[in-house]
């Protein structure tokens, strides 16, 4: 592969592998063992989270800087603090109505191309990091260390961020930007088939 066709393709390898993980594991931890790995692999095997997490580095790529590098580390960072929530067992209503809304919302964001002040997009996105981040933690298996599950699933939460940005940063041209917005809008539609089962 020559590089100027390896430039092209890289980026978009990582969404294609992390939209393609198995469906049927999310939120499971069937045969995963170990705090890290038990961590790192449960939003990669949600594809609620999964397109929820891209869709914050999609829309942080689509509003450029500073947003492009504030969104993703808001995110992670609130989920953690959701995610010790939920394993001090603090109860939150409505978990999944919350991370099938952040499909929602944040394909709409992009699919739309709008564009809010910075920290108004830093309160949405941290708001529904709340959601992701207390799933990940009354999901906990009673076996896994707290601490390096944390760390597995904000780890794994970045890469998804980073996956959204390198397929965002394709919106510099026209062709580009229609089918970043255009995974917007299959990431809320998405969200509203998530809506339906959690509902």
């Not at 809010?116 to 529904?128: E, N, T």
């Not at 794994?156 to 940005?165: F, K, N």
Request: glycine share 16%; aromatic share 8%; with cysteine.
């Amino acid at each position: 592969m020559s590089p100027r066709c390896s430039r092209f393709t890289a980026p978009l390898s990582l969404p294609l592998l992390v939209l393609l993980s198995p469906l049927a594991l999310g939120h499971t931890e069937v045969g995963v063992v170990g705090g890290f790995i038990s961590g790192f692999l449960h939003p990669i095997y949600g594809p609620d989270h999964v397109v929820a997490m891209v869709a914050v580095g999609l829309w942080g790529a689509f509003l450029g800087s500073p947003a492009i590098w504030l969104l993703p580390v808001v995110f992670p960072l609130v989920m953690a603090f959701g995610g010790a929530l939920g394993v001090l067992g603090v109860p939150l209503p409505g978990v999944e109505i919350g991370i099938a809304a952040s499909a929602i919302v944040l394909g709409l964001m992009v699919l739309l191309a709008v564009r809010p002040p910075l920290w108004v997009a830093a309160v949405l996105v941290g708001a529904f990091g709340i959601f992701h981040g207390h799933a990940h933690g009354t999901e906990l298996p009673d076996a896994s260390n707290p601490l390096t599950y944390a760390i597995g699933f904000v780890l794994a939460t970045g890469l998804m961020h980073l996956a959204g940005i390198a397929f965002g940063l394709l919106a510099g041209s026209p062709a580009g930007r229609l089918a970043v917005r255009s995974a917007g809008g299959l990431i809320s539609a998405a969200g509203l088939y998530f809506l339906a089962g959690a509902l």
